[in-house]
């Protein structure tokens, strides 16, 4: 599955998001993120809002992104979304994690 990646820099938005897979639900988490799921409950897209702020890296870093990863984060009653971002000069590795009632999954 191919990730592509979107940077909006006049609203500091970065988009992380599989191929041209169908969204079944947007699940807010936190004030800056907001995860893609599909059919399956799987994690298909993430949106990170303030990404200039949120990640600690420049505009121009966000705009010069080489890849990115994806991927779906489920232990016990904890869900959520595993992302690994490469810059020009480096690499951020993250995940955004819920209990699992917190999104009605």
Same mark, same amino acid.
């Given at each position: 599955?191919? =990730? &592509?990646?979107?940077?909006?820099?006049?609203? #500091? *938005?970065?988009?992380? /998001? !599989?191929?041209?897979?169908?969204?079944?639900?947007? =699940? &807010?988490?936190?004030?800056?993120?907001?995860? #893609? *799921?599909?059919?399956? /409950? !799987?994690v298909?897209?993430?949106?990170?809002?303030?990404?200039?702020?949120?990640?600690?890296?420049?505009?121009?870093?966000?705009?010069?992104?080489k890849?990115?990863?994806?991927?779906?984060?489920?232990?016990?009653?904890?869900?959520?979304?595993?992302?690994?971002?490469?810059?020009?000069?480096?690499?951020?590795?993250?995940?955004?994690?819920?209990?699992?009632?917190?999104?009605?999954?």
């Amino acid at each position: 599955m191919t =990730i &592509k990646i979107n940077y909006d820099k006049e609203f #500091d *938005v970065l988009y992380i /998001y !599989k191929g041209d897979e169908k969204s079944k639900h947007s =699940i &807010k988490m936190f004030d800056n993120f907001i995860v #893609d *799921v599909n059919f399956n /409950y !799987k994690v298909i897209g993430l949106e990170i809002f303030n990404a200039s702020k949120v990640l600690n890296v420049s505009k121009h870093e966000l705009e010069n992104v080489k890849a990115a990863q994806l991927s779906t984060y489920v232990k016990g009653i904890y869900f959520g979304a595993n992302y690994a971002i490469a810059l020009p000069k480096g690499k951020i590795e993250s995940q955004i994690i819920v209990p699992q009632l917190a999104h009605k999954v």
